[in-house]
C-alpha cells in the first residue's frame, strides 16, 4: 500500500483538528483573525478540547496572539488558553531551576550528562520555553558512571529515602533508565544509559553519541547535547 498523502490524511480529521491545524501553520498569518470571528462556539470547545489532549495549546495561543486574533476567541477559550501558556512557563521554569542543579552535582563530580528530548528542544525548536510542556527530565550518563550519578541525585533528594545506587548496576543489562521523583517537589528524572532497552542497546551508536556531542547552555547551566543529526533521529 503506497503512503497515503498530506491533503487525503487532512480530509479524514475532523472539523476541529483541521480547525486547530491551519491555525498553527499561519501561526500568525493574515486572514487569522477573520477565520477566527466565523468560527461556531462548539467548534471552539472541540479545538480547545485537541489542544490540550496533545500539548499545544501554548502554540495555539501564540498563533492566535500573533495574528490579532487572540481577542475574537470565546472569553473560556482565550482564558484556558492564556492559563496552559502560563503554567507551561512556570513549570518549565522551575524544571530548568532542577536541571542547573543536577547538572552542578555532576559536574562536580566530574560526571557528564547529555541533556535529551524537552530540555534540548524547549530551547532548540521554540522561540520561548512557554511553549512547549515538558512532563519530566530526561539526560543521558555514561554507563560505567550510573552508580556515582544515583548516588548524587540523592544528595539532591531525588529517589526514595534509602539511596539505591548500589543496586543500580543490576539494571544495566535489563533496562536502559531509571526513573527517579524528587522527594519533596515531585519532579520526574529520568536517567539514562542507553536510548533503548536490551537486547538491542546499540552500545556502537551510544558511543558515537558521546563523541559527537557539544557543548550547549541548557537553560542557564552548562551542558552537552547531541549533535544535530542525532537529535533529530531520536526524535
Not at 547552555?217 to 533521529?233: F, H, I, N
Request: contains cysteine; charged residues 25%.
Amino acid at each position: 500500500m503506497g503512503m497515503q498523502s498530506p491533503s487525503y490524511v487532512h480530509e479524514r480529521l475532523n472539523p476541529g483538528a483541521r480547525a486547530l491545524l491551519g491555525f498553527l501553520r499561519s501561526a500568525g498569518g493574515p486572514g487569522v483573525a477573520a477565520r477566527v470571528r466565523e468560527l461556531p462556539p462548539q467548534a471552539w470547545d472541540e479545538i480547545l478540547t485537541i489542544a490540550l489532549r496533545h500539548g499545544v495549546a501554548p502554540l495555539l495561543h501564540r498563533a492566535l496572539q500573533s495574528g490579532g486574533a487572540l481577542a475574537e476567541a470565546p472569553d473560556h477559550v482565550r482564558t484556558r488558553l492564556e492559563e496552559e501558556r502560563h503554567a507551561t512557563a512556570l513549570l518549565n521554569l522551575r524544571k530548568y531551576g532542577e536541571f542547573r542543579r543536577i547538572a552542578q552535582a555532576l559536574r562536580e563530580r566530574n560526571i557528564p550528562l547529555i541533556a535529551l528530548k524537552g530540555l534540548h528542544l524547549a530551547e532548540l525548536v521554540y522561540p520561548d520555553i512557554s511553549l512547549r510542556p515538558m512532563s519530566d527530565l530526561d539526560i543521558l550518563v555514561p554507563r560505567l558512571q550510573l552508580k556515582q550519578t544515583v548516588a548524587a541525585l540523592h544528595g539532591l533528594d531525588y529517589g526514595l529515602d534509602e539511596d539505591l545506587s548500589g543496586a543500580v548496576n543490576a539494571m544495566l543489562d535489563t533496562k536502559c533508565g531509571v526513573e527517579l521523583v524528587h522527594r519533596h517537589m515531585g519532579v520526574l528524572l529520568e536517567v539514562h544509559w542507553s536510548l533503548s532497552e536490551p537486547p538491542k542497546r546499540y552500545a556502537a551508536v551510544i558511543e558515537d553519541i558521546w563523541r559527537s556531542a557539544v557543548p550547549a547552555r541548557v537553560g542557564d547551566a552548562d551542558a552537552l547535547v547531541m549533535s544535530p543529526e542525532y537529535v533529530l533521529l531520536h526524535v
